[in-house]
């Protein structure tokens, strides 16, 4: 479980710096780019995020003083995730897509939180599902968890590379309880 907790704290780490670039424009697009390419290649080639920059260099130059101004912020709302637990599976059950991928019948369900401060209790956000796979270590799948009507939902639609039930829980490593009611509860469930 430490070569994933690892992996995941990397990712959160790498992810972090990405997003607080993603506002900063002392950062030239080239260098984001180099960030971002960093970032997505955490996921297995089925499920990549993209992280693209909301704004290029040569838009911020158009946006008036107050829409920069508002703009920036969003960096400095930018925190990383918090890793809340970790939990391991044998024997998932998988689409077909995602199944293909896989070198083992492992899978980690990485639970964390949002990457801004919106002023809330912390909670879960994201669950990232970890797996070996024949690119090596790689987030296969994520679900997020809903803020209105609180529970673990789809990131698509797409069933064949969807995790349909993570399998027979193995072992839990818990690092910190969420404040909020409903991720709390999730997070005591098991």
Not at 106 to 120: M, Q, V
Not at 128 to 140: C, D, P, Q, R
């Amino acid at each position: 479980m430490e070569e994933i907790k690892n992996f995941i704290s990397s990712f959160i780490k790498d992810e972090y710096i990405c997003n607080k670039a993603n506002y900063d424009f002392s950062i030239s697009d080239d260098g984001y780019e180099k960030m971002r390419h960093k970032v997505k290649d955490y996921f297995h080639d089925a499920n990549k995020q993209e992280y693209w920059r909301g704004l290029e260099e040569e838009d911020v130059k158009d946006l008036d003083a107050k829409m920069k101004e508002l703009y920036y912020q969003n960096e400095e709302r930018a925190v990383p995730r918090t890793l809340f637990q970790i939990k391991q599976y044998k024997n998932p059950k998988l689409g077909e897509g995602l199944l293909r991928w896989l070198v083992n019948d492992e899978l980690f369900a990485c639970y964390t939180s949002y990457t801004e401060n919106t002023g809330r209790e912390l909670s879960y956000n994201k669950l990232f599902y970890v797996a070996e796979t024949n690119e090596g270590l790689k987030i296969i799948y994520d679900l997020t968890f809903g803020v209105k009507e609180p529970g673990w939902r789809h990131s698509h639609d797409l069933k064949i590379n969807q995790v349909k039930d993570p399998g027979k829980l193995i072992a839990a490593e818990k690092y910190q309880a969420p404040e909020e009611a409903h991720s709390l509860a999730d997070y005591d469930a098991e």
